[in-house]
């Protein structure tokens, strides 16, 4: 009941912020398709698959874990840009396996998209334990930084019971 | 000299680096050889174009509604970029593509030579 009542509350936050015209009609649309959404969330966690998210990840790590990501971020945008703007584009392209040790899936996701994130870097195809990633300058430490964050990223999971 | 113009200066300074990485990640997607590496030089403008210009225009907007919304925005293609990006490569790998990789072949040019 109080997840319910929490959501529809943050859908119609959510409306607030987006629509920035508080007319009596227009808010009152706002708590109408609030609630509607709600219930159709209801009757969905009555089907037969019905899987509830959760989000197993440490707030205060998290928010430390994107400013370390954003200056990863930085430093490989800085990479990519000199391999583009130089003349001959001196490539290094290489496949290869990532072990990862997140235990959930959002755990999982996290790493896999903050590997795409940075430049330089994309994840291909998940298998069981093993990422395949696509780097476009392959150097021998490319997979020691890889493995840092992997490590950053389990970290900031909270451990499943 | 106020703090307004402190903004303003930081604020184009953003938008300004935000515009070139954009079109420096445009240009790599134009010299880059083939799809694979050409995805590389893409997220460029996906990573660092958008997080600058969406910083500089929530330094335009003030403490408002528009920073609220531009940030909402940032959060979404945050993930969705990536997201995305994963997608067109893992389509590109399941439907058959490899990449062709430089490491391999600088080991096989060592081993023979």
């Known amino acids: 009941m109080l997840r319910t009542l929490l959501t529809a509350l943050t859908l119609f936050a959510l409306w607030l912020l987006m629509s920035g015209i508080y007319s009596p009609l227009i808010i009152g649309l706002g708590i109408a398709s609030s609630i509607i959404a709600v219930i159709t969330m209801r009757r969905m966690d009555n089907a037969a698959d019905a899987q509830r998210m959760q989000i197993y990840l440490k707030p205060i790590a998290t928010i430390r874990y994107w400013a370390w990501l954003m200056i990863e971020i930085a430093k490989s945008n800085w990479m990519v840009t000199k391999i583009i703007l130089s003349p001959n584009m001196q490539m290094n392209r290489h496949l290869f396996k990532v072990p990862y040790t997140q235990k959930t899936d959002l755990g999982q996701a996290v790493f896999a998209n903050s590997i795409t994130l940075t430049p330089g870097t994309i994840s291909?195809?998940?298998?069981?334990?093993t990422f395949w990633v696509h780097a476009v300058s392959y150097a021998s430490d490319t997979k020691d930084a890889l493995a840092e964050m992997d490590a950053e990223v389990s970290a900031i999971e909270s451990v499943v019971a | 000299m106020g703090w307004a113009l402190v903004i303003e200066i930081l604020s184009w300074l953003f938008?300004?680096?935000?515009?070139?990485?954009?079109?420096?990640?445009?240009?790599?997607?134009?010299?880059f050889p083939n799809f694979w590496s050409r995805l590389h030089a893409a997220s460029i403008s996906e990573s660092a174009g958008m997080i600058l210009l969406i910083s500089g225009m929530c330094l335009q907007g003030g403490i408002s509604l528009?920073?609220?919304?531009?940030?909402?925005i940032g959060t979404f293609i945050f993930i969705t970029g990536p997201t995305s990006t994963h997608a067109v490569a893992n389509a590109a790998h399941t439907s058959g593509a490899?990449?062709?990789?430089?490491?391999?072949?600088?080991?096989?040019q060592k081993g023979t030579s």
Do not use: H, M, N
């Open chain 2, 98 to 108: 490899r990449p062709d990789s430089d490491e391999d072949a600088r080991k096989k």
């Open chain 1, 124 to 129: 291909v195809e998940v298998e069981d334990g």
């Open chain 2, 15 to 31: 938008i300004l680096s935000g515009s070139a990485f954009t079109l420096i990640g445009a240009i790599g997607t134009l010299r």
């Open chain 2, 66 to 72: 528009l920073t609220v919304k531009l940030l909402i």
